[in-house]
């Protein structure tokens, strides 16, 4: 039966209609779970805000793709490769559409063995499970939206935290060597500050879906910080994400999921190391970063210029890294000072990296990586798998011809510290060999040569 002209209309209307839909699940831990974010274990006495999994699903045609954020220091790919082919079989989606990121909140259960903090089997199942559950809700309440971004910034709140210092002023490493250039973290207030070894990157891109009754559906942002923190050391919290994420879906709606993904900032804090700080173990430092935060997000909310049609585009690839493992002579020294089969509850630096020396040596010396594209009209968004530094996510982003650039780490996979070349020059804690620093020192380039490429 040949088509009327109106059922001709809709007909193409439905071909080209932009669909949207979110969801969360809960991925708290119990009581007594150890929890990552430092070198030593802590054990959970309190989950002062829930972790979640926040999913961004968005259609386009026959074609969809999945924006997830999960409150976790990170997550490696063998978890993640597992649960990105259950959700492309469930949700009809081809995997390369499909990112999934770490928030790199300090507060949460380990999904890997992160120092001495040991994964539990029955956690990391329940994180599979729920990843999956949230991907397929938000598809289930896909809806038709229109789909916009813009750019907005905020200076205030990111800090360059590698400090060149005065002469003498840097202590040695935990290998017992004085050959460190700069100082990660140092002292509050220090007499010894010279200046920040490296830049800042304020942007805060907005992308947002919204329904055709005008409430947002799902709002997914970047800021390049790495926590805030300051929040008591044995409480499981989203940190500075996570009350991000609640202040703005309350000023958009009971519907709306926010996610805010991390940007490169491997050597970015949120500390003005010349200036005063509370040291409260509370959460006013997490809550006024947010709330700073939220304020630009918002003003950006009502700039964007929202569209029907959008075409979708997606590239994910395996980059071959190497990695740093330690010699015979630095093997023989940490066995002397751990064993060869170390436990988890050292409290010196140099026992803890003793440790560390022992695991790494067990590493393969070559590792496959993801990196991955993915192309939103004039909006791309690329990824880094490990805690990527400022700048190589400002190489990438001066690379493409896209109006807005969004730089996502611990993407897809948690491959640790990924420092510029001349970082390695200057030292300091991101190099010190680790399992959260065992890349070599050509991966900045090897990474970013691939993203370049891909979103040129």
């Avoid at 993904?261 to 190391?273: D, F, K, L, T």
Wanted: glycine letters at 6%.
């Amino acid at each position: 039966m040949p088509l009327t002209r109106r059922r001709l209309l809709l007909s193409l209307a439905s071909s080209n209609t932009l669909r949207a839909g979110a969801a969360t699940a809960n991925i708290s831990p119990v009581l007594g779970a150890s929890l990552a974010g430092g070198m030593t274990d802590r054990k959970c006495t309190d989950v002062h805000d829930e972790l979640l999994v926040r999913c961004a699903a968005l259609e386009s045609g026959s074609t969809r793709m999945l924006l997830a954020t999960i409150d976790s220091c990170m997550v490696p790919r063998s978890i993640l490769d597992k649960v990105r082919a259950r959700i492309a079989t469930e949700n009809a989606i081809a995997p390369e559409f499909i990112l999934m990121s770490s928030t790199h909140t300090h507060s949460a259960p380990p999904a890997m063995h992160l120092f001495q903090s040991m994964p539990d089997p029955k956690y990391i199942e329940l994180l599979e499970t729920r990843l999956a559950d949230a991907a397929r809700m938000a598809f289930a309440r896909l809806r038709p939206a229109r789909i916009g971004s813009a750019m907005g910034s905020e200076p205030s709140l990111v800090n360059n935290r590698r400090f060149y210092m005065r002469d003498g002023a840097i202590p040695a490493d935990p290998f017992g060597k004085r050959a460190d250039k700069v100082q990660m973290n140092p002292n509050l207030q220090s007499p010894d500050l010279l200046n920040p070894a490296g830049p800042i990157d304020p942007d805060h891109p907005v992308l947002a879906a919204i329904g055709h009754d005008g409430r947002l559906i799902w709002v997914y942002a970047n800021y390049a910080l790495h926590y805030a923190g300051y929040n008591p050391g044995t409480h499981a919290s989203a940190d500075y994400f996570g009350a991000w994420s609640r202040r703005i879906e309350t000023a958009a709606n009971s519907d709306c999921v926010a996610l805010l993904s991390n940007g490169c900032s491997g050597n970015i804090n949120a500390i003005a190391y010349a200036a005063r700080y509370p040291t409260r173990n509370d959460y006013a430092f997490i809550d006024r970063v947010a709330a700073v935060l939220a304020i630009e997000t918002l003003r950006v909310l009502k700039t964007i210029d929202y569209t029907d049609t959008l075409s979708l585009k997606a590239k994910l690839e395996h980059i071959e890294i190497k990695t740093r493992r330690p010699v015979a002579d630095e093997i023989r020294e940490a066995v002397k000072r751990v064993g060869e089969n170390p436990g988890n509850d050292y409290k010196d630096r140099a026992d803890i990296y003793a440790r560390e020396t022992i695991f790494l040596s067990k590493y393969p010396a070559k590792i496959e990586v993801p990196v991955q594209t993915l192309i939103l009209g004039s909006t791309a968004i690329a990824t880094f798998p490990g805690e990527t530094f400022v700048e190589l996510g400002q190489i990438v982003k001066k690379a493409g011809p896209h109006k807005i650039t969004i730089t996502v780490s611990i993407a897809n996979d948690a491959c640790g510290y990924i420092p510029t070349a001349e970082a390695f020059d200057l030292g300091g804690y991101e190099t010190w060999r680790a399992k959260s620093a065992f890349v070599e020192r050509d991966t900045a380039a090897k990474l970013t040569s691939a993203l370049r490429n891909s979103v040129a």
